[in-house]
T-cell receptor, first 114, second 111 residues
Framework: DTEVTQTPKHLVMGMTNKKSLKCEQHMGHRAMYWYKQKAKKPPELMFVYSYEKLSINESVPSRFSPECPNSSLLNLHLHALQPEDSALYLC?????????????FGQGTRLTVV | GQQVMQIPQYQHVQEGEDFTTYCNSSTTLSNIQWYKQRPGGHPVFLIQLVKSGEVKKQKRLTFQFGEAKKNSSLHITATQTTDVGTYFCAGPYTNAGKSTFGDGTTLTVKP
């Protein structure tokens, strides 16, 4: 199984809502990532978890809250988002968390904040 | 900090023509990766280069890493419509955790 599975695929939420994005991998990878990608832009790293511990937080606003319940799962909790947070949110995993290992990306969650 | 610049931003070619995208870093890279993202899709890993002067081939795709490990290129010979998408290079994270995806080159192929 070389897949990273993300749910939901699409999400529309109001600015007062709380929602969560989910990501799962069963490749035994010890690093998992959240990226944000705006249209016609490269993926922008948000968080890196290495061995279930948060190792990198790219100065992301606190309205985004990551969680790694175990080595296979990664969540991104969303609260009080702004319309400019609308984007494709990509989860990825790799053997290590330094950018020196092949990363597998999920299909992404296309988020619209209204 | 480490930055990876990628050019051109867009390339439109006729099917059968060649295509090249270039990546340049302000600092020496320990490795560089290349990804392809189809329209509406997600990035898919293509290759990783580690050694100075390294050249790797995948069918019609040729990847190079510069001698100084500050630049890299991806060359596609005789493009096909299946090659359309955006090609990103990506360097490793710095100690500060900075991610280093290039801005990408979007390739369109006219049949």
């Amino acid at each position: 199984d070389t897949e990273v599975t993300q749910t939901p695929k699409h999400l529309v939420m109001g600015m007062t809502n709380k929602k969560s994005l989910k990501c799962e991998q069963h490749m035994g990878h010890r690093a998992m990532y959240w990226y944000k990608q705006k249209a016609k832009k490269p993926p922008e790293l948000m968080f890196v978890y290495s061995y279930e511990k948060l190792s990198i937080n790219e100065s992301v606003p606190s309205r985004f809250s990551p969680e790694c319940p175990n080595s296979s799962l990664l969540n991104l909790h969303l609260h009080a988002l702004q319309p400019e947070d609308s984007a494709l949110y990509l989860c990825a995993s790799s053997q290590g968390g330094t950018g020196k290992h092949k990363a597998f990306f999920g299909q992404g969650t296309r988020l619209t904040v209204v | 900090g480490q930055q990876v610049m990628q050019i051109p931003q867009y390339q439109h070619v006729q099917e059968g023509e060649d295509f090249t995208t270039y990546c340049n870093s302000s600092t020496t890279l320990s490795n560089i990766q290349w990804y392809k993202q189809r329209p509406g899709g997600h990035p898919v890993f293509l290759i990783q280069l580690v050694k100075s002067g390294e050249v790797k081939k995948q069918k019609r795709l040729t990847f190079q890493f510069g001698e100084a490990k500050k630049n890299s290129s991806l060359h596609i010979t005789a493009t096909q419509t299946t090659d359309v998408g955006t090609y990103f290079c990506a360097g490793p994270y710095t100690n500060a955790g900075k991610s280093t995806f290039g801005d990408g080159t979007t390739l369109t192929v006219k049949p």
